[in-house]
């Protein structure tokens, strides 16, 4: 289990591009296109299942927004921040 992560931990290890809401950390990314959207959805689904950490994805025509958080430890935690950044690395790589 992981620690949940103090609100000046979230401030300095939340990626550029993220933000806060709540117990959540939030970014919605923009596409070109539809398919462009669904194929890095499915990317950054078979890394979280590589990490075992599963964030919740919504798809929309131009924009797949990603939300984290660690439902078991009720909050923000560094596993997040970790998918937070190898979702980052899928949209740029």
């Known amino acids: 289990m992981a620690d949940l992560l103090s609100d000046d931990e979230i401030d300095a290890q939340l990626p550029d591009g993220w933000e806060r809401e709540d117990d959540e950390i939030v970014r919605t990314y923009e ?11 499915g990317d950054v689904g078979e890394v979280a299942e590589e990490q075992f ?10 924009e797949v927004e990603v939300r984290l958080t660690s439902h078991e430890e009720g909050g923000i935690t560094d596993a997040d921040i970790e998918m937070a950044e190898l979702a980052d690395e899928e949209y740029g790589g």
């Not at 950490?53 to 131009?62: A, Q």
């Open 31 to 41: 596409f070109d296109d539809y398919l462009q959207g669904v194929s890095f959805a």
């Open 53 to 62: 950490h599963h964030p919740e994805i919504r798809i929309r025509y131009e």
